[in-house]
């Protein structure tokens, strides 16, 4: 049974950080890409940022690029996402993903489904 467990949601101040990690059981890790996707109160759920199963690869949505990074650690089955300058309208559920590609992911082609992290910045 494939589990993606994420943790590192809060509470911060516009213009701070967070470093969101996700816990990956139950599958070949090595060999799945990775995924973020958000969903914000009101708003269908969206992808914010992917990464190939060797982590050479990575995408990011435009409202994210430069601010965000995504990364991962295939000896402990984890994938990072750490999230920097955060503004109010980065509020919303954020949720691990796994998939067959990067590409994939980024397009909505999820596998497994993570129940989600809340982050919440106040301005």
């Known amino acids: 049974q494939v589990q993606l467990v994420e943790s590192g949601g809060g509470l911060v101040q516009a213009g701070g950080s967070l470093r969101l990690s996700c816990a990956a059981s139950?599958?070949?890790?090595?060999?799945?890409?990775m995924g973020w996707f958000r969903q914000a109160p009101g708003k269908v759920r969206e992808f914010v940022s992917a990464i190939s199963s060797s982590g050479t690869i990575t995408y990011y949505a435009d409202s994210v690029e430069g601010r965000f990074t995504i990364s991962r650690d295939n000896t402990k089955n984890t994938v990072l996402l750490q999230m920097n300058n955060l503004d109010a309208e980065d509020t919303a559920i954020y949720y691990c993903?796994?998939?067959?590609?990067?590409?994939?992911?980024?397009?909505?082609?999820?596998?497994?489904w993570g129940q989600g992290t809340q982050v919440t910045v106040s301005s």
């Open positions: 139950g599958l070949t890790f090595r060999t799945a890409a």
């Open positions: 993903a796994s998939g067959f590609t990067a590409s994939g992911l980024r397009g909505g082609n999820a596998k497994h």
